[in-house]
């Protein structure tokens, strides 16, 4: 996917009236907002889950604040939207009835087989007690077990399906006493549970991700400390490592783990204006950054995805003005886009194996459901030229290990040379104090390999055209 962020499509379907409009954005770009709409008599609307299946149809789960009986809870509602965009929104219901959950604690996933799977502490009609309940849905109607049947189990469910079809999940379980952090398997019709960490009030906020052998990692908040934490499985325990703490450390924590090399990439919202967001090799440790954003507070919730070369794409929401935003990782920083305002922070973001970025999300009111998605379109202006890292494992940084490939991008379509009226003929490669530690040939196509003899670091790199500097970027090693 390229990473040349110059013009964006915008495009967002509500649950009211049709509109069309035309927006300028930050940073030059444009994009085109769409609304469609299916109601808007919601009440505290809030988006719970989105995913696409293997045909692209758009599935969603969206909750609004409803009476049930006599206790006012969060109704499920279910969506699939076709390729041709049609919306087909149904309530979820468990033997015919409306399925009512607290502060709409849900997950959902399209699995391998592309049947909706749903994971929910769910209310027992007309009182306070819940339990957690696993459905699938088979073309009709959804079709619910309960796994857990323990009164307040389920807090901030998350969860994850293996290669074999497995479902981990990640919870938060208050029915003994203070909130702790739980892990279930859900394998062949067998629900197994075991604890991950009963310290600090953990279990807030939680996020699961599968490493490339399969194995589960979570990040979750302590609420005593405002810890941003961290656990995996190692040889059949819990590890867990403390990754932040502090006052403004307090937020929805977003977890992905890289499927090709076992990067775990984390990111989560400070109460301060920045996001923060980090990266943790297998086996390494944490390196941390923060990324001024706005002007304003931002709320607790963001969503972090990877796309197919590791390039993180996190959207946040400003708390006081509720506009949405969008960001993502070049390889000259963060590129930043105003998506929309009016907008609340209960979204979900996914990004699909194509580079489509969609996103669902409640108006800030909350009384109407909006659904959105994000593809990068040609540009009318080339961009400045810049280096993009293509370390052993591709972009973003880090680079791991001594040998760093980089890679020149060209600014428009084609080869390297069809790009450029004047190829780069050589790199030369710079410490963070400015002192020059090597030069390097380019290949025809803006390829150049540098053998790194310096260790782990920040790097600036600069191509010439003979003595012209004709592009600039940073990169980061570990070794």
């Known amino acids: ?49 989105i995913d696409t299946d293997s045909s692209g149809e758009v599935h969603a789960i969206f909750a609004t604040e409803e009476l049930c009986t006599s206790v006012t ?43 909706p799977r749903m994971m929910v502490r769910a209310l027992d ?29 389920g807090q901030d469910p998350s969860m994850e399906m293996d290669a074999d079809g497995s479902i981990h999940l990640g919870y938060g379980d208050a029915g003994d006493g203070p909130l702790t952090l739980r892990y ?33 990692c979570l990040s979750y908040l302590a609420y005593e400390g405002n810890w941003i934490r961290f656990a995996r499985q190692e040889s059949g325990s819990w590890v867990t490592e403390d990754v932040a703490s502090g006052v403004d450390s307090f937020g929805c924590t977003d977890l992905v783990v890289s499927s090709s090399d076992g990067t775990a990439h984390i990111a989560w919202a400070r109460l301060t204006n920045t996001v923060a967001y980090g990266y943790r090799p297998a086996g390494g440790s944490w390196t941390l950054e923060d990324i001024p954003v706005t002007s304003g ?32 990782q070049t390889g000259s920083g963060w590129v930043t886009t105003e998506l929309r305002p009016d907008a609340d922070y209960h979204k979900r973001f996914h990004l699909d194996e194509n580079g489509v970025g969609h996103i ?56 390297f040379n069809e790009g450029w009226t004047e190829a780069a003929t050589h790199l030369s490669i710079h410490d963070v104090a400015g002192r020059r530690l090597a030069v390097i040939e380019t290949e025809r196509d803006g390829s150049a390999a540098w053998q790194n003899r310096s260790g782990s670091g920040v790097y600036l790199v600069r191509a010439f055209t003979g003595e012209v500097p004709v592009a600039e970027g940073r990169i980061t090693v570990l070794r």
């Open 125 to 153: 009609e007309g009182t306070v007690e819940s339990s957690l309940l696993y459905g699938t849905f088979d073309g009709t109607a959804w079709n619910f077990e309960e796994l857990d049947p323990e009164n307040d189990v």
């Open 297 to 328: 507070l931002l709320t607790a919730e963001l969503q972090l995805e990877l796309d197919e070369n590791d390039v993180p794409h996190i959207v946040y929401t400003e708390r006081e003005s509720h506009v949405l935003y969008y960001m993502v």
């Open 1 to 49: 996917m390229s990473l040349s962020l110059n013009q964006f499509k915008w495009i967002a379907l509500t649950l009211s009236r049709t509109l069309i409009l035309t927006l300028t954005l930050t940073s030059a770009a444009n994009a085109a907002f769409v609304e469609e709409s299916l109601g808007d008599e919601l009440v505290e609307a809030r988006a719970v889950a």
């Open 360 to 415: 669902l999300f409640p108006s800030a009111n909350g009384d109407e459901i909006f659904y959105g998605t994000i593809e990068l379109v040609p540009s009318d202006v080339d961009p400045p030229h810049r280096l993009v890292l293509d370390s052993i494992r591709s972009v973003p940084n880090p680079a791991v290990g001594p040998r760093v490939n980089l890679l020149i991008e060209a600014s428009s379509a084609g080869s």
């Open 73 to 115: 809870a969060f109704r499920l509602y279910y969506g699939r939207r076709s390729t041709g965009g049609t919306w087909d929104v149904q309530p979820v219901l468990r033997d015919g009835c409306a399925l009512p959950t607290p502060a709409a604690y849900a997950d959902f996933l399209i699995g391998v087989d592309d049947v």
């Open 184 to 216: 279930g398997v859900y394998s062949d019709g067998v629900w197994t549970s075991e604890l991950v960490d009963a310290s600090n009030f953990a279990g807030g906020y939680n996020s699961l991700s599968l490493d490339p052998d399969g194995q589960p």
